[in-house]
């Protein structure tokens, strides 16, 4: 049965790096983007972070700009940004596609695990939804995530166990991933 640990991503450098060289650890994957609504979501991240990784956690940051051209820079100042604004210290990867043709095989895996149930009720959540709804429809059915910072949480054996919307609290976040450390 296949796992996260099956899958291989590219580093900011653009080298080949193996996710089974994170096994044995509670993932959190995270699709990010710098100038989205979200974007804060990366201080209560490397708050969480910091506070974790020492139990085993460990969040692998991939940017991707198909929400609304919200991470329009190349990797260097990507990283750049979030280091210097937040403090980040978790692994971030490449910029990828999430969703189409060109969508990074690893979320895929992750949506066909745990597919998109809607952003949630409330007002706010409803109009995110249109608004994805629009966005998203030229990917059809290779449409595997909704906006920019979904959340995976991957157990210490390779298995997506939860998958959180960006509207979800980031303290319902953080509970879900110290039940799984």
């Known amino acids: ?18 996710l089974s060289e994170y096994q044995g650890k ?14 804060p979501h990366y201080e209560p991240l490397e708050a969480m972070y910091k506070d974790l990784k020492g139990r085993g956690l460990e969040i692998l940051d991939f940017p991707c700009n198909q ?23 978790f692994p971030q990867f490449a910029k990828i596609d999430v969703n189409g043709e060109n969508a990074d095989p690893l979320f895929a895996y992750l949506a066909s695990e745990k ?21 998203n429809k030229k990917y059809g059915d290779k449409t595997y995530i909704g906006w920019n910072f979904t959340k995976f949480l991957i157990n210490r054996e390779g298995k997506v166990i939860a998958r959180f919307e960006p509207t979800v609290d980031m303290n319902e976040v ?8």
Do not use: W
């Open 67 to 89: 929400f609304a051209n919200q991470a329009p820079g190349n990797d260097d100042e990507i990283h750049e940004f979030c280091t210097l604004k937040f403090g980040t210290e």
């Open 174 to 181: 953080r509970a879900a991933v110290e039940a799984a450390l």
């Open 26 to 39: 509670v993932l959190l994957i995270v699709n990010t983007a710098t100038g989205c609504g979200f974007t």
């Open 1 to 18: 049965m296949k796992t996260v640990y099956d899958f291989t991503v590219k580093n900011r450098q653009g080298q080949e790096v193996s």
């Open 115 to 135: 597919p998109f149930e809607g952003f949630g009720k409330g007002l706010k959540n409803a109009a995110l939804n249109k608004f994805a709804a629009m966005n």
